[in-house]
């Protein structure tokens, strides 16, 4: 690794491969390592996930091990070998790394190709976008829905694809990075309470509750933060509302930003989904002080932006602390 965990140094690094995400994202004709990553586990999911219970479990726990230990070790070596090279040309491949393992300009992209849409009254266009970044059924979804699946997405996201990243880069440089994307990619993959995975799976989702902990409820206080200064925000009461709210969520991570986004909004998120036409019932979180229009989608990216740059701030105090006492 070129950077020390809590530097300077690694933090300078993470601020060029944040500019790198926001101008260029993911291009498609790239290879991402999230897509080498997802056809591994694809193939030992259809080579291991058979036999009694106990033994998918046992096999779920040797997946999620190999997945995650193999991408950190892969990524820490190729990092060794360029710096036998050349320092400067692991730099370089340390920034390019911690690019792929952000998505701001991809999360935003994604939340604005359903918006443009659903601003212009065009349903089919918006469904089919929404339809390419949830699970949910959405061929018959409405405007309000449309949006709350939006902004649910751009809420949960902002710690799955940018601040969780950041997080652990900051400790432990790209190869901490991609191996927390192999987390999250294993629990988006797997991690589902299905007859199917309830017991494969089970590790990774375990694994990927602990992974998001910490920066699912830093990264709530950091979008609480900034609200006192986004334009039409609602950060009164905010706070102690989703600290009330969040766990009535599934998930032990996703619903701090999910609560504190609609309270924000003053919206409500939550309620009742559809998958593969089984219904879905889920908590409601926050309170419907506005309809949900597109407009809030909108808002939501504000939010989400406000809410990472406060967290790179968060990372940027500690390193100086770091600094200072060492």
Known sequence: MVSEPFGLAGLGLLLVAIAIDLLVGDPHWLPHPV??????IARLDR??????????????VVLTALVVLGTYA???????????WHPWLAALGEVAMLATSLAIKGLRDAALDVARPLARGD?????????????????TLGEGEIT???????AENTVDGITAPLFWAFIGGAPLALAYKAVNTLDSMVGYLSPQYADFG???????????????????WCLWLTAWFVPGARPHGALAA???DAPRHPSPNAGWPEAMMAHLLGVQLGGTNYYQGRVSHRATLGQPREALAVAHVFRAIRHMHAGWLAFVLLLAIVALLWEAMT
């Open 35 to 40: 897509v080498v990553i997802g056809r591994v």
């Open 47 to 60: 080579g291991w996930n058979h036999g009694s219970p106990e033994a998918r479990k046992t096999k779920g």
């Open 74 to 84: 892969v990524a820490w070596l190729a990092l060794a070998a360029l710096a036998w």
């Open 123 to 139: 349903l089919v266009t918006a469904r089919a976008k929404l339809a390419m970044i949830v699970g949910r059924d959405t061929q």
């Open 148 to 154: 709350r699946a939006t902004v649910e997405t751009v």
């Open 202 to 220: 089970y590790a990774s989702a375990k694994l990927d509750d602990l992974a998001n902990w910490i920066p699912a409820r830093l990264t709530t």
């Open 242 to 244: 989703t600290y009330r």
